[in-house]
């Protein structure tokens, strides 16, 4: 299956947020930031239960690529660490996602902490 180019101006606004949503551990990576505001990548991946640290990487690359997560990098005694957080479109996406979440509870007619 081919993947859809999600800079092309020509695509469905909604297949591309679709698209992005749609990959493995993405909408987990951003409720994780969204609840920590800011993380490490060692603190995001003992958030994702059974993600290698290759998939978050790539995972994470994807929401810098598009503008969703941010990195910051601090400088400390000849080290660098590196943070990641929910930039301004990542954090429009949070109503969105919580939505999803409620219709999927409701769906699968289980109870949902909101």
Same mark, same amino acid.
């Given at each position: 299956?081919?993947?859809?180019?999600? &800079?092309?101006?020509?695509?469905?606004?909604?297949?591309?947020i679709?698209v992005? !949503?749609? +990959?493995?551990w993405?909408p987990? #990576? #951003?409720?994780?930031l969204y609840?920590? $505001? $800011?993380?490490?990548?060692?603190?995001?991946?003992?958030?994702?239960?059974?993600?290698s640290k +290759?998939m978050?990487?790539?995972?994470?690359?994807?929401?810098m690529?598009? &503008?969703?997560?941010?990195n910051? +990098?601090?400088? %400390? *005694? *000849?080290?660098?660490?590196?943070?990641?957080?929910l930039? &301004?479109y990542? %954090?429009? !996406?949070?109503p969105?996602?919580k939505n999803? %979440?409620?219709?999927?509870?409701?769906?699968? %007619?289980? $109870?949902c *902490?909101k």
């Amino acid at each position: 299956m081919e993947e859809k180019n999600i &800079h092309d101006s020509r695509s469905c606004p909604v297949e591309v947020i679709a698209v992005i !949503l749609g +990959k493995k551990w993405i909408p987990t #990576i #951003i409720f994780s930031l969204y609840e920590n $505001e $800011e993380l490490r990548l060692g603190e995001i991946l003992k958030k994702l239960d059974g993600c290698s640290k +290759k998939m978050l990487i790539q995972q994470l690359a994807t929401l810098m690529d598009t &503008h969703i997560v941010q990195n910051k +990098k601090i400088f %400390k *005694n *000849n080290t660098v660490e590196s943070y990641y957080y929910l930039s &301004h479109y990542g %954090k429009k !996406l949070i109503p969105v996602l919580k939505n999803i %979440k409620l219709l999927g509870c409701e769906y699968q %007619k289980i $109870e949902c *902490n909101k």
